[in-house]
């Protein structure tokens, strides 16, 4: 029942039995019958001081193998040289697992607990991982070829290896040249800063943009959903029958990427992942039908007991064939707000943000929000897919870059905390101590519908705060507040000082705030970072 | 619209309109007609550094008065002699607002915006506050009638000085001399730390106590509930009818006291309110029946759009006879969870708990959990209420004392956030080097059903944290989390250290955290503490 993490014993020294300390009583013996200890695993990592980062992850890989003798510092000339026959029967079955990249041959077996990207590494087992990287082009980075080739074993023999893959990519949208991009295959890229707060509303072409896949290319009078139940597939219907068929609603809501703001965490200690500054977020108004009406219309009773989450899958799909798919728990998922959307801002949703149907999850991370959806599946349990099980998850700051991450042991992201970031003026901007006072911008925004309550500023470290106006969507109440606020105001330059930061921080309906710094919060896959956003401004004279 | 304090520009200087500067495209007039600019008005408060505290604030209240050159320092043997007559002209309508106390006449105009309890100070408008300060003893410090003479005007007749009041308290009920009082009259004490984590579900005698005002002694079988709507008392029930009409249901669900942990709060920068410490909160089982059902039979359609509020009223009254009372959101009155009890821990809920009926909201604050429940209201409107309008709302740190409270700029607390502490050991604690580990035990709760998915420890004032086990109830899922979580761990001694602290905090499954310090959440009156739980040991060699 107890994951516990081999390092528990350096901080917990002696442990007796947790039951023997707390049931000193008759009464607790009594009240005590219906629940367990150690409901949750223990979460491993030891107390380890000090700040360890992708170079120390790799140094540790590389010197981890280095131990075991193989051969990371032989000459390449000196290779062993395999068939691709050979290198088959070292499948995800087999005692070693080997891969190939290129005409390198590696044996990757030591390395698959400290996979990044979990045991998606097993897909290429026995093979080559070129198509796969072709598709996760983080992987095509000096650090990860270092990695790699730490666990070089051979060299593929030149008649097997295989063509350079062809760009899956090619026929991705154009974009709009403002949008940062931080990933371009997969496309992946925020919103100007500095444009973010001008449109209560994103305007679609700047709206912030993570794929997982290339973008599919669907015509919508082609584009099928369905939706599944045990009984086998109940709805199908195209675009136009949707539309048709039920009632539509139109709601403001936000999207946000779990690793907005990972830059910003990855200054605190180093994170894995891509490095996202503080626009990874946008607010759109999304016209759908209501994800209910369609789950009643297949005969599915959302009060069942036996149904406890609702699977949607994309029609993007990695090189195995398997689909982005993600899931939400029933009692989300039969809510006002959910719905199958397809117009964003008025208009049909843009291929980069699901065309011709996206299901939007209001108050809840965007991982969740399926795009170039196809199918609904209704169900007991979580989907399987690895983006709801190997991804999307944040541990404990005690889980760092290279411990196994046991992915089981910590829940889903599915509501999101409250999150508070200025967009202007940028770090480090110089303004004149003339001017008096500096203009700012930027958002609040926090899951479940809870409406920000107020968004408070601070030029002197966090002694002293200001509340700050607050732009809010009207039709929106604090109980239902899936759109963003934004707020501007002017800050006056503290006398005296060369640099100071404008620090901004918001309260939820339900008064959660924000930590101070990532201390509590940091972990391994920087995600969900919303300490107090700080903006260092310089002070010219 | 705007509620702006004129404190405002020492901040936010030479303001432009929020309108010019967000206003610049016409993507934003396009999307932007659906919401409005300044939807919560600014909440006042300049940039004040330092520390305020209820010794400033009374200092103030005397140097102000001082200069209205009125006479807090003449001898009291020549103030002018009043007849109750002549107070009485001085009435909550009349220019200038005169009370009495034993035999002190004073006027008190300059005072109300300033009272702790706001206007509440008006009901005892030209007359006596004697009755009402035998209620609230909470004024009878040096400090409070230090400041009460500060507004001392001249001496009542000696014919009409009131006889001194009966003890409205005489008939509350015994308690258990382990709890540790904070006021005895009305009654408020928090279980001794030590003993909190011994139970899961807290013994009743043990469970803290929080009480407005003296408890009603209500004999079960005279008692009545009635739910009354627009059109009139619709259900009027004994407590044996609610019984054997209604399903009953079980639930495990912590009462929490918005003030818990004020006094932690206080050691940031002074508060107003009761000092509790950290154990203002408890977990029971509490068995009774849907709330929702009792509407249906009153003929309450739970849906119906005019209903937004549902009001409780007690069978605690306050001198004038006004009842305490509170009210919750219908979304929240119609869920699964809210029920009317009348069992805690399986036995008949204590005097001291709402003997014979209270409803208990799982999830929101204490102070919407009504004792003594006689009335249910529906409403398209909050309860009018003074705990639910002029208390129980946490104002800004930018609110000092002194400010005026402008109890309309922020919202009634509700669901709480997220919150941990260590109960066990006890502040200052010397412990042996040659122990090695200290033993610990604390709990964490978070509102809205919000599940704790794990409880971090660190010695190192943040920098390292280690998870640690917890214990939950087996029939609670972490969506639906009412009743707390407790911890119990060793936590190692660190090495050369003469004192540290240790840490605890929680995360909740919307991965809400705790801010690490009081700096960003002070407020005035010390409501919501939820800081870092930081408790100092001393190592002895």
Not at 14 to 38: C, D, I, M, P, V
Not at 54 to 68: G, Q
Not at 214 to 221: C, F, N
Not at 454 to 472: K, Y
């Amino acid at each position: 029942m107890l994951g516990r993490g081999t390092s528990f014993n350096r901080f917990f020294r002696h442990r007796r039995q947790f039951n023997k300390l707390s049931g000193a009583t008759s009464e607790h013996q009594r009240t005590n019958e219906n629940h367990s200890y150690y409901k949750y695993a223990y979460i491993g990592g030891a107390a380890t001081a000090g700040v360890l980062g992708f170079k120390h992850f790799v140094k540790t890989a590389k010197l981890d193998h280095a131990k075991d003798e193989t051969m990371s510092e032989k000459k390449l000339e000196n290779l062993q040289i395999y068939k691709q026959e050979e290198v088959k029967k070292h499948g995800k079955d087999a005692d070693r697992i080997w891969v190939t990249y290129k005409d390198g041959v590696y044996d990757v077996t030591d390395f698959i607990a400290m996979h990044p990207g979990g045991d998606k590494i097993l897909l290429a087992a026995g093979a080559a991982v070129d198509p796969f990287w072709a598709l996760y082009s983080q992987h095509k980075t000096k650090e990860v070829l270092e990695i790699l080739e730490g666990y070089r074993i051979g060299k593929l023999d030149v008649k097997d290896v295989p063509k350079p893959v062809a760009d899956a990519f090619s026929n991705d949208p154009e974009r709009h040249p403002a949008l940062l991009v931080r990933n371009s295959k997969p496309f992946n890229a925020e919103t100007p800063p500095s444009l973010l707060t001008d449109h209560f509303y994103t305007p679609n072409e700047l709206f912030f943009v993570r794929n997982h896949l290339p973008v599919p290319d669907i015509k919508t009078e082609n584009h099928r959903l369905t939706v599944e139940t045990i009984k086998g597939k109940t709805v199908d219907l195209s675009v136009e029958e949707l539309k048709k068929k039920y009632k539509s609603y139109t709601i403001g809501s936000v999207i946000q990427c779990a690793g907005n703001r990972r830059a910003d965490m990855n200054q605190y200690k180093k994170v894995q992942g891509l490095m996202w500054e503080g626009t990874a977020i946008s607010n759109a108004e999304w016209t759908g039908v209501r994800l209910r009406d369609l789950l009643a219309d297949a005969g599915i009773d959302v009060f069942d007991d036996k149904i406890k989450h609702v699977h949607f899958e994309g029609a993007d799909v990695d090189p195995t064939g398997t689909p982005y798919g993600a899931s939400i728990p029933i009692e989300k998922a039969r809510g006002d707000e959910v719905i199958v959307a397809y117009h964003m801002n008025g208009v049909d949703i843009p291929r980069d943000h699901g065309a011709p149907l996206r299901v939007i999850v209001p108050g809840n991370v965007g991982a969740r929000q399926v795009k170039w959806l196809r199918k609904i599946i209704v169900s007991e349990k979580e989907s399987d897919s690895h983006w709801q099980q190997k991804d999307y998850r944040a541990f404990s700051p005690a889980v760092n870059i290279g411990d196994e991450l046991k992915w089981n042991t910590v829940p889903s992201i599915q509501e999101y905390p409250v999150q508070c970031a200025i967009c202007s003026p940028a770090p480090n901007t110089k303004v004149d101590r003339g001017d008096e006072t500096v203009d700012i911008s930027g958002y609040a925004w926090s899951g479940g519908g809870r409406g920000i309550i107020r968004i408070e500023v601070s030029v002197d470290g966090g002694e002293t705060w200001n509340s700050v106006e607050m732009e809010q969507e009207e039709k929106q109440d604090q109980e239902h507040m899936y759109a963003w606020t934004l707020f501007k105001a002017e800050v006056k330059i503290p006398p005296g000082v060369k640099e100071f930061n404008i620090i901004a921080k918001a309260v939820d309906r339900a008064y959660n705030t924000q930590p101070e710094t990532a201390s509590g919060i940091w972990n391994v896959r920087g995600l969900i970072h919303n300490a107090w956003h700080r903006v260092p401004i310089i002070v010219k004279d």
